[in-house]
């Protein structure tokens, strides 16, 4: 089955500093991947997605590229603010056959930048 | 506000009673999604529903849960006997079309306490 792993968490970052979330999957066929982020108390906002292998997806300076030949999807941003702290989530969701868009998620990692 | 709106935010209930999350969909959206969250795991799929419609509920437990989306009216995420264990939050999404490539927008989410 499909299945998302991301890097385990917290992560603590001062101001500015880069950040990378490592996320892989493993699904059958050709998935979307989605990058999800949530604030507390709130639901999951959609941060960034890719839908074919090597599409980069951006968003609010976070960046993400689909490589299918490493089955990965990582998040990058290269100067984080305290307002990026938030948990974030790698999903993804598989074609064709039942899975009608439904989507599967990674454990999530919580980022907390410091002034 | 045409987003995704659940309701209640909170909801507190005791061991046995019964519980309902309602969820009405984005405007447009005929396609909604039922995911838990538990205490420091990440979103598990439920349910998927369109109108009047159940199409994959794979992820929903087989006692004392069920889910529908009327013709007319909200999509109500149903729990009879809550137990300790029901404890989580459970978060609703809506796309316009069960189809991979389309983001699903999520609402706020509703948390359930059992007493």
């Known amino acids: 089955g499909n299945s998302v792993t991301q890097m385990e968490g917290p992560v603590t970052l001062s101001e500015e500093a880069f950040l990378t979330i490592n996320c892989t999957y493993t699904a059958t066929g050709y998935p979307s991947l989605f990058w999800y982020v949530q604030y507390p108390g709130e639901g999951l906002q959609l941060l960034l997605k890719a839908t074919k292998a090597d599409d980069k997806g951006s968003n609010k300076g976070f960046e993400a590229t689909y490589r299918k030949e490493t089955t990965s999807f990582h998040l990058e941003k290269g100067s984080v603010q305290v307002s990026d702290s938030a948990v974030y989530f790698c999903a993804l969701s598989s074609a064709g056959g039942t899975s009608y868009g439904k989507l599967t998620f990674g454990q999530g990692t919580i980022l907390t930048v410091h002034p | 506000n045409a987003g995704v709106m659940q309701n209640p935010r909170h909801l507190v209930r005791r061991r046995g009673q019964e519980a309902r999350l309602r969820c009405s969909p984005m405007k447009g959206h005929s396609h909604v999604y039922w995911y838990r969250q538990l205490p420091e795991e990440g979103l598990k799929f439920m349910v998927y529903l369109q109108k009047e419609n159940i199409i994959d509920e794979s992820g929903m437990p087989k006692e004392r849960f069920s889910a529908e989306f009327p013709k007319e009216g909200p999509s109500i995420l149903r729990i009879q006997q809550v137990v300790r264990g029901d404890s989580a939050a459970y978060f609703c999404?809506?796309?316009?079309?069960?189809?991979?490539?389309?983001?699903?927008?999520f609402g706020d989410g509703t948390r359930l306490s059992i007493l």
């Open positions: 999404a809506s796309s316009p079309g069960g189809r991979d490539n389309q983001p699903q927008h």
